[in-house]
């Protein structure tokens, strides 16, 4: 169980173009969402925040416009960059936090396999 | 959120050696967690602890939390190569606020 997807898991754009990337959440209810970004060989950096139904929590420093995050499900949270440039190039990772009867509790956060952005 | 520190920040052992990891932090931490991420791979949540002083195991793993619940480690015995990867720390999560990770740390298990 408590198993999360992400989709895709690569991809390669061109500059200026806009990638969505999708976060569900398999065999559970995800009452919260987060996305990280992560750099090569650096820990993850928390985004944002999605909890369904409501406008994502933002990061400081992370443009609300530039990443913009729907969660339109339990189940489902997006993340779309939009006018994407190289320097947004990294792995985009989301996990899904909610009661799933295992060991973690509800503090757990399950993550997703990740999604490797390139921008040329 | 909680603000914390990991070391070191890359640990090669031989196969077999033992290896520790340090988490620590300047305020009295709510929890800790502990996560892997295999090369290439995503972070998988290991264990958390909440309570002062406790220790868990699971098989070769032993997690500590210190008693003031300010430092935290994880130590291998007998690492095996299939313990490569990056080792975070992590405190927080909806009950306590936002989930911060340390600066994780590289293991590399030479044969």
């Known amino acids: 169980g408590a198993v999360v997807s992400q989709h895709p898991s690569w991809v390669i754009c061109k500059s200026g173009t806009s990638v969505k990337i999708e976060c569900r959440s398999l065999?559970?209810?995800?009452?919260?969402m987060f996305w990280y970004r992560q750099f090569p060989k650096q820990s993850l950096m928390l985004m944002a925040t999605s909890n369904e139904g409501s406008k994502a929590t933002y990061e400081q420093g992370v443009e609300k416009d530039k990443f913009l995050i729907n969660h339109a499900s339990l189940t489902l949270s997006t993340l779309t960059v939009t006018s994407a440039h190289p320097e947004d190039s990294s792995f985009y990772i989301c996990?899904?936090?909610?009661?799933?009867?295992?060991?973690?509790?509800?503090?757990?956060?399950?993550f997703g396999p990740g999604t490797r952005l390139t921008v040329l | 959120g909680q603000q914390v520190m990991q070391i070191p920040q890359y640990q090669h052992v031989q196969e077999g050696e033992d290896f520790t990891t340090y988490c620590n932090s300047s305020?009295?931490?709510?929890?800790i967690q502990w996560y892997k991420q295999r090369p290439g791979g995503h972070p998988v949540f290991l264990i958390q602890l909440v309570k002062s002083g406790e220790v868990k195991k699971q098989k070769r793993l032993t997690f500590q939390f210190g008693e003031a619940k300010k430092n935290s480690s994880l130590h291998i015995t007998a690492t095996q190569t299939t313990d490569v990867g990056t080792y975070f720390c992590?405190?927080?999560?909806?009950?306590?606020?936002?989930?911060?990770f340390g600066q994780g740390t590289i293991l590399t298990v030479h044969p």
């Open positions: 996990s899904a936090e909610g009661f799933t009867g295992t060991s973690g509790g509800t503090d757990t956060q399950y």
């Open positions: 305020t009295t931490l709510s929890n």
């Open positions: 065999d559970f209810q995800a009452t919260t």
């Open positions: 992590a405190s927080g999560g909806t009950s306590y606020g936002k989930l911060t």
